[in-house]
């Protein structure tokens, strides 16, 4: 788990406001996983679409320092990636979703998560919900964010596929890469992370 020591944050909300409520206030830096908590239907994904300005909201978001509205969309969400806890495919198998300069990356990564090279050629429809979980990982990986937005990552994972999952994640994070997580184990977030939250009442409230 990495500590923080103080660091300047990196990812930071002030009076954020959205469908799941608010106003928000956070500041995650570089290297920290902030884990995220809460009943089905709080608003948990809401806000992570939010901050990812994939939904609409009011309120301020900054990178670095920079205000969210001086970005141009695209690179924002290329910069700060959400992950749906079942993401969209818009072609007939995995391999059609990777840019050729991608190779190196899942030749180093679909191993690490325990996918097999004929998982690519695969329809997408003939995958398992955790095979395309990981894929997705790597997906979002793929387009080198400095904050990582995860909503359930290893839900549909078996115990071994979310340790291999937990663990890619915990070396990103010792590279630098910033993470807010939405989780339904506790354990989960600790190990990940050194702060927890729970939303409640449209409210963040540390736990």
């Known amino acids: 788990m990495p500590e923080q020591g103080g660091a300047a944050p990196l990812l930071v909300l002030r009076g954020l406001r959205s469908v799941a409520g608010g106003p928000f206030d956070l500041e995650i830096a570089a290297g920290e996983c902030v884990g995220l908590l809460g009943k089905s239907g709080s608003g948990k994904s809401a806000l ?53 300069g991608d190779e190196a990356l899942l030749h180093a990564l679909m191993p690490a998560l325990g996918l097999a090279p004929e998982v690519l050629r695969t329809e997408i429809a003939r995958l398992s919900t955790g095979e395309r979980q990981r894929l997705a990982l790597i997906r979002s990986l793929a387009a080198a964010p400095e904050v990582l937005l995860l909503d359930e990552p290893t839900a549909s994972l078996d115990a071994a596929s979310a340790a291999a999952m937990e663990a890619l994640l915990c070396r990103r994070l010792a590279a630098g890469l910033a993470i807010l997580m939405v989780t339904h184990s506790p354990q989960q977030a600790q190990r990940m992370g050194g702060r927890l939250f729970e939303m409640r009442d449209g409210a963040l409230h540390p736990s």
């Open 48 to 100: 992570l679409r939010s901050i990812a300005d994939l939904d609409p909201g009011d309120g301020e978001v900054e990178l670095g320092g920079r205000r969210r509205e001086s970005w141009p969309a695209p690179q924002w969400r290329r910069r700060v990636v959400y992950q749906a806890a079942e993401p969209a495919w818009w072609a007939a198998d995995a391999a059609a979703h990777f840019h050729p």
